[in-house]
Each structure stands twice: as C-alpha cells, then as structure tokens.
C-alpha cells in the first residue's frame, strides 16, 4: 500500500520545507527543480578554482550557465549518435579486419586504416546533424535557464521565441528566423565543402 502523500507541482514550493524526507524518488525531483542548489554548499570550495562564485548555483552563474545547457544538450543527444555509431561498426565486414590482422596491422592500425574510414560518413553525418540540432536548442534552455542569467543563455533560437511569442515583435521573428535558416545553410555547404572530401564511401 503506497503511503506517499502526492505531491502536485504547483503546490510543490509551498510543501518542500515540510515535506518528510523519504518521500521518494519523485518528491526528490521537485526539490531539486524548485532549490537548483541544493547540495551545492560541500561542492563551493572544490569548484572555487573553476571560477564557481559562492552562493549561486551553476544554472544561475553567468559564467558556467551555457556550458552547463551545452553538457545537458550533448547528454540528450548522445544515445542517437551511439545508435548510429553502433550500427556503423555492425556494417563493418569482419573480413577485412581479418585480413588486416593475417597482414600484421596492430589494433591502431586496424582502427586507424580500416575501421575509422568506414566509419567516415556515420561520423560525417552525426556531424552535420549536431552541428544543425545545436543551432536549434531550445527545449533545455527554455527548461533550465529561460534564457538567463543576464541573456548568458539566450541562444539565436530562444531570442526568436521571445521576439516573437513574449514581446509580440513579428518583424524582428522574422528576419531571426531568415538569419537562423541562412547561418544553418552555410555552415552545413561549408561542412559538406571541406570535410565530405575525407568521408570514404565503400564500393
């Protein structure tokens, strides 16, 4: 019989300095979504020469904000490029790791020669999808930041969601919008200019 008191996350602030302390795994979320810097204060001496200022939590620290919303955007989109990397080294045939092993090629050598060339276009084309998902992060920072601290976080994509939806600035979402697309464009032509000449394509 489950005795846990629910907990709604409306009223979740006004619970959480009398809520018991085995509530569970998900009133433990609401704590740490409502008091960011909850166990913070062990960690403030060690992090104090990697520039932490006493008193503020990472997400409320302009300097470690957006390096923090970057980790975060890395972690959410590390499975799908582990998938493609996995299946990619499926496809490689195992015959000609044999073969490179029966020639004398050392593991590096095998890596280096054969496996990493027939990795290329997976590794080319997580690339370019990172490189066009990064200039589309919105979620998390809209999730952990809102922007903030100081505009630190507020991303190309974030600032045409609050020209557009929070100040009712149409016209200045729209040019954000047509600059978004046109930096997306040339980063993607140049990346298929100077790194598609590496990619090898089996035939």
Do not use: C
Not at 1 to 21: E, I, K, Q
Not at 133 to 138: D, H
Not at 167 to 194: C, E, M, P, Y
């Amino acid at each position: 019989m489950n005795t846990h008191a629910p907990v709604s996350v409306s009223d979740s602030g006004s619970r959480l300095d009398n809520a018991p302390a085995d509530h569970g795994r998900g009133s433990t979320i609401l704590r740490l979504q409502d008091r960011p810097t909850i166990g913070k204060a062990p960690l403030d001496g060690r992090l104090m020469p990697l520039g932490r200022r006493g008193g503020t939590g990472i997400l409320q620290d302009p300097t470690w904000a957006l390096p923090a919303v970057s980790v975060a955007t890395i972690w959410q989109n590390l499975g799908f490029t582990f998938i493609l990397m996995s299946a990619a080294l499926q496809s490689i045939p195992d015959e000609l790791l044999e073969a490179a092993r029966v020639d004398g090629a050392t593991a590096w050598r095998r890596f280096r020669q054969v496996t990493l060339p027939l990795l290329s276009p997976t590794v080319f084309f997580a690339t370019v999808i990172g490189a066009i998902s990064a200039f589309q992060a919105f979620g998390q920072i809209d999730l952990l930041t809102e922007g903030g601290p100081l505009d630190h976080t507020r991303v190309l994509t974030y600032y045409l969601y609050t020209a557009a939806f929070k100040s009712s600035n149409d016209g200045l979402a729209a040019v954000l919008a047509v600059a978004l697309f046109g930096i997306t464009l040339v980063l993607t032509l140049v990346q298929l200019r100077l790194v598609e000449r590496r990619v090898f394509y089996a035939r």
